[in-house]
C-alpha cells in the first residue's frame, strides 16, 4: 500500500495519458443531467466530482450509490459507469438499468462484468490498469471522471487544471509524508471525527474511507454549517477518546470560515484532541488533490502505529462471500 501511495502523482499523470488516448463518440442528444455510478474506491471519485463540477457545470452532477438510479434518469442523461473491478454488483445493477432507460453511458472500468456488457451494446469503455485495490487507484477513475466531462464541455478546462495540479503533488509529496505521518501519530489510538466545509465534503468521506479500510479505525464526518444545526449539540460532555480534526481551506465562506473558528473553541474543551489542518494549492484542485493524498498517508501512517496491515479487508470478502450464497 505504501507504494501505491506514493505513486499517486504518478498515477494522475499516467492516468491523463490514458484519457488522451480515448475516442468518445458523439452524444446523440444533449445532456441535460450527469449521473455518475460506484461505490467504495471506484465511487468517490464521482462525489469529488460532483462538489468540484457542480461550482462549474452547466448541467447538475450526481452520485448514485445504490442498486437503484433515480427515476430521472434517461435519454437526456449521460451516465458514467465507475467500478474497477468491473463486478460491484450494486453498479451493475444501476448499469443494465440504465441501458434500458436509453441513457447515454460511458463506462470506466479495468474489466470485469462491465466491459463485457459494454461490448455487447456497444458502449464506450475506458479501460484503466487492474490488479490493485480499488481505493489505491483513485487517481486512475477520477481522471477518467474530469476528462469526461471536460471532453462534453461541462466542466471545460478540468483536464489541464489536473496536469497542473500533478506537478504541484510530486513537489509537495515530501512534506505532505512529513505532516502525515506526525498528524497520524497523534489520531492513531483514537476515534476521528472529521470536519469540513460542505463543498469539501467528498475530502472528508476519502480520509474517513482510508482510516477505515488501511488504518482499520471507525471515524465519522460532517460538514458546516449543516453539524451546527445539529451535532454539535452532541457535544454536551468530554469524549477524550475523540480527535476533532477540522480541513480547512481558504476558499471557505467567510460565515463558515466563522463557524469553524467558533466550533472548535467550543470542541476544544471537549474532545481528546483537536487539529486543525490547512490546505494547501493554490486552486480548487489542487487542495483537492492535496486533502486527498494527505488522507492516504495519514491512512497508512496509522496503520503502521496500530500494527495493522493495510491490504487485508477480510470482512468485506466475508460479506461478499454471504451475498454470493444468496444468489
Known sequence: MKELISRFPDQLAEALQVFRKQQLPELPSSISQILVCGLGGSGIGGTILAELGNARSR???????????????????????????????????????????????????SGGEVEQIAKTHQIPVIR???????????????????GIVDHYGIVPGLLSELEGAVSFLTAAQASIMAE??????????SMPVIYTSADYEGVAVRMRQQLNENAKML?????????????????AEKHPKIAAIFLRNSDEYYRT??????????????????????AKGENRIQRLLFWIHLGDWISW????????DAMEIDVINRLKADLAALS
Not at 81 to 100: D, H, M, P, W
Not at 128 to 146: D, E, K, N, V
Not at 180 to 189: C, H, K, Q, T, Y
Open 257 to 278: 470560515s466563522r463557524r469553524m473558528e467558533i466550533c472548535r473553541v467550543i470542541i476544544e474543551g471537549l474532545a481528546g484532541k483537536t487539529l486543525e489542518i490547512n
Open 128 to 146: 484503466i490498469p487492474g490488479g490493485h485495490p480499488p481505493r489505491a487507484c483513485l487517481g486512475y477513475s477520477f481522471t477518467q471522471l474530469c
Open 301 to 308: 501512517f496509522a496503520s503502521l502505529e496500530r500494527n495493522m
Open 219 to 235: 471515524c465519522w464526518h460532517h460538514v458546516v454549517p449543516e453539524m451546527n444545526h445539529n451535532e454539535l449539540v452532541g457535544w
Open 59 to 109: 448541467v447538475p452532477l450526481f452520485v448514485s450509490k445504490d442498486y437503484f438510479p433515480p427515476s430521472w434518469m434517461g435519454r437526456e442523461t449521460l451516465v458514467i459507469i465507475s467500478s474497477y473491478s468491473g463486478n460491484t454488483e450494486e453498479t451493475l445493477e444501476v448499469f443494465r438499468q440504465a441501458i434500458k432507460s436509453g441513457s447515454m453511458i460511458n463506462c470506466i472500468t
Open 180 to 189: 502525515a505521518e506526525s498528524i497520524a501519530r497523534g489520531i492513531a489510538f
